[in-house]
């Protein structure tokens, strides 16, 4: 039998989550994610995201490693409408020769520090729709199902519609695999 039976039993409490503030600039969340990187317990999933909270701590927005690369190329603004991640198969030469042809990443990397001190994360944070948010007593069928209809990284927790924590895919994934491992099959 699966141990943690519910979200609130597999989730990180919001204190001990990666955090800043909106008007934090990207190299400031990137720092934020190193020092949550290095002060981690080796036996536990790194975090792969930064939430992002108003003056009042209330989390309003998520930054994902690929928004905050995305971030660095201002031209994909013009390209994509929506922050989100896609799911689409675009093949290894559509996707070469969308960088050619657009003029992607020409020479970002030169001026990194620059455009990470400039951009502010409220800038390109992803606001959290309604299929990423889950009760703390819901039970882990119903993550694992959001989950993976939602194709999420983790879904934010809620307790009385304010968010307490956050359920990471990582962790939920280890519970179900440590689980068929006891099978003994």
């Known amino acids: 039998m699966l141990k943690a039976e519910l979200v609130k039993d597999l989730m990180v409490p919001l204190s001990e989550y990666v955090t800043v503030y909106k008007d934090a600039t990207l190299a400031e969340a ?36 690929i928004c905050m690369l995305r971030a660095l190329e201002p031209k994909y603004d013009q390209m994509i409408s929506d922050k989100r991640p896609m799911h689409m198969g675009f093949t290894r ?64 927790v809620t307790e009385d519609k304010k968010i307490v924590g956050v359920l990471r895919l990582t962790d939920v994934f280890t519970a179900v695999s440590d689980m068929i491992i006891a099978c003994g099959i």
């Not at 317990?41 to 930054?63: F, M, Q, W």
């Open 30 to 65: 990137v720092m934020a994610l190193k020092r949550s990187h290095a002060e981690c317990d080796p036996t536990k999933y790194r975090h792969r995201a930064v939430l992002v909270c108003d003056e009042s701590r209330n989390v309003i927005g998520k930054l994902s490693l």
């Open 93 to 156: 030469q559509f996707q070469k020769a969308m960088l050619n042809q657009l003029k992607l990443w020409e020479a970002p990397l030169e001026h990194i520090c620059k455009k990470a001190s400039n951009v502010r994360v409220d800038s390109f944070m992803v606001i959290p729709e309604d299929g990423e948010y889950i009760e703390q007593d819901a039970s882990l069928n119903e993550a694992i199902h959001q989950l993976v209809m939602g194709h999420h990284q983790s879904l934010l």
